[in-house]
């Protein structure tokens, strides 16, 4: 069974970095999207990044670009967000969240996901 697995959250000032992680286990192919989406109450989960785990191919939002890097250990099974130049809006609950189809990192929609992670909270204040 598939298990994702988040860390890394927390609180930070405006302009500050985190780093989230998440542990992947139980798939059955090398070749899977998977990502991170966000969510704030009331608003729809939006997708932030998401990478082909057997190229290594990226998507990023427009609002995160230059901000927010995903990568993969592909050792560890472990994908990474590196968040730098965090801003208030930034704050969300951030899930992890990966799809058995590996062309689907390129639109990085929640509707397309299969599995889901429980969610790591990261507060950004001014």
């Known amino acids: 069974e598939v298990q994702l697995v988040e860390s890394g959250g927390g609180s930070v000032q405006a302009g500050g970095s985190l780093r989230l992680s998440c542990a992947a286990s139980g798939f059955t192919s090398d070749d899977y999207s998977i990502g991170w989406f966000r969510q704030v109450p009331g608003n729809q989960r939006e997708g932030v990044s998401c990478i082909r785990r057997r190229s290594s191919s990226t998507y990023s939002a427009g609002s995160v670009k230059g901000r927010f890097t995903i990568s993969v250990d592909r050792a560890k099974n472990t994908v990474y967000l590196q968040m730098n130049s965090l801003k208030p809006e930034d704050t969300a609950v951030y899930y992890c969240?990966?799809?058995?189809?590996?062309?689907?990192?390129?639109?990085?929609?929640?509707?397309?996901?299969?599995?889901w992670g429980k969610g790591t909270l990261v507060t950004v204040s001014t």
């Open positions: 969240a990966a799809a058995l189809d590996g062309r689907l990192w390129h639109d990085c929609h929640f509707s397309d996901m299969n599995y």
